[in-house]
């Protein structure tokens, strides 16, 4: 799996690394290509996953605002939810970010 914005591959990670949670698809915190997410002030919590915290996606000149988020420390019934701990992998927005398979 691959999240692509333009030419630039912003995240890469197997298949079956990856978790894929109400159609989207959350990418081990390892597979993000360093310095690619900044930290956004915008707030946000999931009733069930918990806090989330929002990036700004940097890709060369390209900056997308809110472009992906991760929850950092989501709640235990989450985890227990989805089948496994996806504490701090992170999702791109579809409409901003290409995923491919």
Sequence with gaps: M???VGETVVAEAAN???VRIEGNVYFPPDSVVAGVLRDSPT???CPW???AQYHDVLA???VLRDGAWSYPDIKESAAARVGR???GYVA???R???IET
Excluded: I, L, M, N
């Design 2 to 4: 691959k999240a692509v």
């Design 16 to 18: 079956e690394a990856v």
């Design 43 to 45: 707030p946000y919590t």
């Design 49 to 51: 996953k918990g806090r």
């Design 60 to 62: 060369g000149e390209t």
């Design 85 to 87: 701990d996806f504490s």
């Design 92 to 94: 791109f927005d579809g």
């Design 96 to 98: 901003q970010v290409q």
